[in-house]
C-alpha cells in the first residue's frame, strides 16, 4: 500500500504538466508580416507564401489549429519576445537571437537580400553603395550584415518595405 502511494505522489505532478483539453485545442498564434514570396497576407486578407503552405502542411499533420497574427517584421518580432505569438516563421538565425528564441535544426529555405536601385545608378556590387543613402528593413539581419561590410553609407530604417518605393 506504501509502495502504490509513493508512485501516485510521483505520477500526479507529471499528470498536472499534461495540456488539458482546453490547452491542447488552443490556436498557435503565428506571426506573419509582408515578405513575398516566402509570407505575406494576399489582397484577399488570405495568409500566403512559401512558409505559410509548410506551417499549414505540418499544422495538418500534428493536429495543429494555426491563428495567424498580421504585423509589421519588427511587431513579429517583438510579440515572439514577448510571448505574444508562439511562431515566427522566416527568422534568419544568428547566434545573439539563438540566447533569445528558439530555432528549428532543419534548413528549409536560404535567406536572402536584394539591393535595389533607381536606373541611373551604377551598383554592381556591395562597396558601390558607399556614401549612399541606403534603406534597410527595421530589425532585418540583412541590415545586421551589411554593417559588417563597414562602408560608409546613410542607413535608414523603415517596418515596411513599401516606404523603400515612394518618390
Not at 482546453?22 to 488570405?46: C, D, H, S, W
Not at 510571448?83 to 533569445?100: E, F
Not at 528564441?101 to 539591393?115: G, I, K, Q, S
Request: glycine residues 6%; hydrophobic residues 45%.
Amino acid at each position: 500500500m506504501k509502495k502504490r502511494i509513493t508512485i501516485l505522489a510521483l505520477l500526479f505532478p507529471l499528470l498536472c504538466l499534461l495540456p488539458t483539453p482546453a490547452q491542447a485545442t488552443a490556436p498557435l498564434k503565428v506571426g506573419i508580416y509582408q515578405n513575398e514570396p516566402k509570407i505575406f497576407v494576399n489582397e484577399r486578407g488570405k495568409p500566403t507564401g512559401i512558409w505559410v503552405d509548410l506551417l499549414e502542411h505540418i499544422a495538418e499533420k500534428e493536429g495543429w489549429r494555426l491563428r495567424y497574427v498580421p504585423g509589421t517584421w519588427q511587431e513579429c518580432l517583438d510579440r515572439l519576445g514577448r510571448g505574444g505569438i508562439d511562431l515566427l516563421p522566416d527568422v534568419a538565425y544568428s547566434g545573439k537571437r539563438a540566447l533569445r528564441y528558439l530555432f528549428n535544426e532543419e534548413n528549409v529555405l536560404a535567406n536572402w537580400a536584394r539591393v535595389y536601385t533607381h536606373e541611373s545608378q551604377d551598383i554592381e556590387s556591395i562597396e558601390a553603395l558607399r556614401d549612399k543613402k541606403v534603406a534597410v528593413m527595421k530589425g532585418d539581419i540583412s541590415f545586421e550584415r551589411f554593417k559588417l561590410f563597414n562602408i560608409p553609407a546613410l542607413l535608414f530604417s523603415a517596418t515596411t518595405t513599401g516606404v523603400f518605393f515612394r518618390p
